[in-house]
């Protein structure tokens, strides 16, 4: 059965999942798929982030490490796998629902092995008395959406921003949220205790086999239905993110408003999904801007690297370059991963010509957005609100929260992690504005925890259609009026540059880029953690503080050791529990009886792909002049060598 909206293969539900292996012929290949989920357990990856794993079949179960495979089949092992671990997702679901049955909505993205990979799901939730409503191609913030509405769970299938071989699922529950930290790690314990049990695997052949093709035929049929409505459905949840409101009359108001303002400014918004799940053109064209699209056709269209890095947007740069030249007023270029969460843009310079500011910059915008909004509504209360982001999200974030006394928590990486800071402050009776990982491009809030573009949208919105925000800006870091003509006809084009280059300057690692990449040497962390630390004081941080003191004048310097483990700030030399949190060393500077947290260096293993180190530095200013941007940029390579120098040295050492 082929798919309309896509054009994409849903599958055949006359085909079983398990064709060569019969009910009396299964058991004697259970050895050999044991064998094989093994393998396959050895080099996934299952953590709070999500299960990953490279399911294409173009090296078998034998070799899974073929990144860029395209193969649309997975095997027998795989299989087994996926069964196990949505059965166990099943269990989850009945156990946290009071309905005898259940209904989880389940979606893919684009890549080549979801619809497989969903039909084993689909097959395993049937068998365990699930209802299943099927929407197929959907971004994962859809899937969210529609699921806290009208379901007990969703199971998506994708591997986010990792390369195209990959594949793995986001689970999640009533809430919209992929499952908190806590209930991931039990589950994972749960699900893999089973992997290699015979008796559970011998049940999974025969129950899969078994689940009536009808029923498989009719949920296939439905996925348009569902599809309208999960549509629907998602589309007031962005109309209620974007106007502040969820009151349908308002809402409607404040958006005819918007529109006519947006389309008398004749405004256009490019949109880059790269062949992946997300589309959101008929909906940014209901507020007024006109659309280009590139990279359009689904699946067909993956054109460059999946993850939405500078590199990724080089096809974005040069379409919006031709626009400029013909004429258009195009303000942002949006690049986005295949699931549709995670988001790269391209800005207008003062040149009119386009800029990458990075994912760190972006989400800072998300910020100063919020922020100002709350400002702009007059209430804006010293320590009333909050902000939560990751551990290696930029240094900016403490500078723009100390201009507006905002509560600023850190937290370990991860969508988890920050979503469960995000409650921490809320209990503390602190209203908690945004959260996000500016390290890799995701913004949400406690309302809908789960990365959300949508938000980067309003930000745009927001600050072309309300001039005042950028008053209110300009007046809290006492910048001279010199803003009354970015909202001009000739100047709307480059208001995000203009806004972004009167903040304090920062430079921050790319983590999405080779530079952020580091190829890390099978050793025990709790090893390497410990060695850094010993390493620091005497070997590394003499180095720096020199280089720290060219552009820190007037004061003196310090730093700090700080270990990040879910939602936990463990400060201090040596302050760990479970060694798998994030590894950061913060610079300070002291002057006037203040303390300024200047930059940091910092580390972690990837949660999402196998043996990859992610690794980088932060620097930032509280002075903006172009000096100190240019001292910045040099002194930043600097240290950001210094600091990959020292991890192969202990590395060695090891």
């Known amino acids: 059965m082929l798919d309309k909206k896509t054009g994409l ?33 050895e080099f996934g990856i299952a953590s709070i982030s999500g299960i990953r794993q490279v399911f294409d079949t173009t090296n078998g179960d034998n070799k899974p490490d073929f990144f860029e495979g395209t193969s649309t089949s997975i095997t027998e092992a795989a299989k087994v796998y996926i069964a196990i671990i949505t059965k166990n997702f099943a269990d989850l679901v009945k156990n946290q629902s009071s309905k005898k049955k259940p209904v989880v909505v389940v979606g893919i993205d684009t890549r080549h092995t979801g619809p497989a990979i969903a039909n084993v799901a689909i097959r395993t939730l049937i068998w365990c008395n699930v209802d299943v409503k099927y929407i197929f191609v959907s971004s994962i913030t859809r899937i969210a959406a529609y699921s806290r509405k009208i379901a007990d769970g969703f199971l998506y299938t994708s591997a986010s921003h990792n390369p195209r071989g990959y594949n793995g699922l986001k689970l999640g529950l009533s809430d919209g949220r992929v499952l908190s930290a806590g209930l991931a790690q039990s589950f994972i314990e749960k699900y893999e205790s089973e992997l290699t049990n015979p008796a559970v695997i011998r049940d999974i052949i025969v129950g899969l086999n078994d689940v009536s093709s009808q029923r ?12 309208e409505e999960s549509e629907k459905i998602y589309s007031e949840l962005c109309d209620s993110i974007i106007t502040g409101s969820k009151d349908t009359q308002e809402v409607k108001r404040i958006k005819d408003d918007i529109k006519s303002k947006i389309s008398f400014m004749k405004l256009w918004i490019g949109l880059d999904p790269n062949g992946g799940a997300r589309r959101d053109k008929e909906y940014l064209e209901s507020w007024g801007f006109k659309i280009v699209q590139i990279n359009s056709e689904y699946r067909k269209d993956m054109n460059h690297q999946l993850a ?18 013909s004429g258009k007023k195009i303000i942002a270029f949006f690049v986005f991963d295949t699931d549709g969460d995670r988001k790269n843009l391209v800005l207008v310079d003062k040149d009119g010509s386009p800029f990458v500011p990075g994912v760190q910059k972006i989400f800072a915008l998300d910020v100063l957005t919020s922020i100002l909004d709350i400002a702009d509504k007059g209430k804006l209360v010293d320590g009333k609100y909050g902000i939560v982001a990751n551990d290696a999200s930029s240094s ?122 580091y190829r890390a040497k099978p050793i025990d962390q709790r090893r390497f953690k410990q060695s850094f630390d010993d390493y ?72 999402t792909e196998k043996g990859l180190m992610r690794r980088g530095v932060s620097l930032s200013h509280i002075q903006s002049d172009p000096r100190t941007k240019q001292l910045l940029e040099k002194k930043y390579k600097i240290i950001y060598n210094l600091f990959t120098n020292a991890i192969k040295e202990i590395e060695a050492l090891l």
């Open 216 to 227: 498989i035929e009719n949920i296939f049929k439905n996925i348009s239905v569902f599809g």
């Open 536 to 607: 620091f004081p005497a070997n590394l941080w003499p180095k720096i503080k020199k280089e720290l003191s060219g552009i820190y004048e007037g004061g003196s310097l310090s730093y700090e050791f700080t270990n990040y483990e879910g939602t936990e700030e463990l400060r201090g030399r040596g302050n760990r529990k479970t060694q798998i949190g994030g590894y950061k060393i913060e610079f300070f500077l002291h002057e006037k009886n203040l303390k300024h947290l200047i930059g940091w260096i910092w580390f972690r293993l990837s949660l």
């Open 308 to 325: 939405p890095t500078s590199d990724a947007t080089k096809q974005a740069q040069e379409e919006l370059s031709r626009m400029i030249t």
């Open 9 to 41: 293969e849903i599958g055949n539900p006359d085909v079983l999942p398990f064709s060569d292996l019969n009910k009396v012929g299964a058991h004697p290949a259970v050895p050999r798929l044991i064998s094989n989920i093994r393998k396959r357990k």
């Open 396 to 517: 900016l974030m403490e500078r723009i929260c100390s201009i507006f006394n905002i509560v600023l928590k850190r937290t370990d990486t991860g969508e988890a992690a920050v979503a469960g800071g995000g409650e921490i402050l809320s209990k503390q009776d602190i209203e908690v504005l945004l959260m996000g990982e500016a390290s890799n491009g995701g913004t949400f809030t406690l309302d809908f925890m789960i990365r959300e573009p949508i938000h980067t949208i309003r930000t745009i919105i927001n600050l072309i259609t309300r001039p005042n925000l950028v008053k209110i800006l300009m007046k809290k870091i006492n910048t001279s009026d010199n803003y009354d003509n970015w909202h001009s006809p000739p100047n709307i084009q480059s208001i995000f540059y203009n806004i972004l280059n009167t903040l304090p300057p920062s430079i921050d690692t790319d983590f999405f880029t080779k530079e952020g990449e």
